[in-house]
């Protein structure tokens, strides 16, 4: 009867917590909300450069000089091979990218950065540069590796799979 008791007062104390905290006080809110803030930050600046947010992403994840097999592209970015290769045919189409048989193996392919394309990933280079040093001129030292500390705390539950496990779900 103990134990019941127990469950039964954490799921009261956990349903008052989850009912009274504020959605801005929910670390999910602020990820998603700064992320998003960050994104269309991004895409305002690439759009002045006919351009996405996606395809500077794919841009900085080329090697700039000797391309990259465009299987290793996707998961190199966490991006889904179907998204993946809409980007890369608009590159393709805006003369960003092009695209060679791999000589190690038949195969797959090489994408490979044009010059146009270099130029475009100059520019991107140069916004996510500043970028980081707007960020590290407004936050103090601490704050940001505070940040680090807790964003790589985040990966790492995920990644272990440790926060809906199956031993905190029967505790529910």
């Known amino acids: 009867m103990h134990n019941f008791f127990s469950i039964y007062y954490a799921c ?5 917590i989850f009912e009274t905290m504020k959605k ?5 809110h602020q ?4 992320w998003q803030a960050v994104a269309k930050l991004y895409n305002e600046q690439a759009l002045a450069h006919n351009s996405t947010m996606a395809t500077a992403f794919v841009l900085l994840n080329i090697d700039k000089e000797n391309g990259t097999p ?3 592209l996707g998961p190199l970015m966490g991006m889904e091979p179907t998204s993946l290769s809409r ?3 608009t590159m393709e189409d805006k003369g960003a990218i092009s695209r060679e048989k791999n000589p190690e193996d038949g195969r ?3 994408i490979k950065l044009t010059t146009y394309g270099k130029e475009m990933r100059k520019v991107s280079k140069g916004h996510v540069i500043q970028f980081n040093e707007s960020v590290i001129n407004n936050v103090s030292e601490k704050d940001l590796e505070g940040f680090f500390n807790v964003t ?6 995920i990644a272990d799979k440790e926060i809906y496990s199956e031993t905190k779900n029967k505790a529910i």
């Open 12 to 16: 009261i104390v956990n349903f008052y």
């Open 108 to 110: 797959s392919v090489i």
């Open 152 to 157: 790589t705390t985040i990966n790492k539950l």
């Open 70 to 72: 465009s299987t290793a």
């Open 24 to 28: 801005t006080q929910s670390i999910d």
């Open 87 to 89: 980007i890369l045919k």
């Open 31 to 34: 990820l998603r909300a700064t």
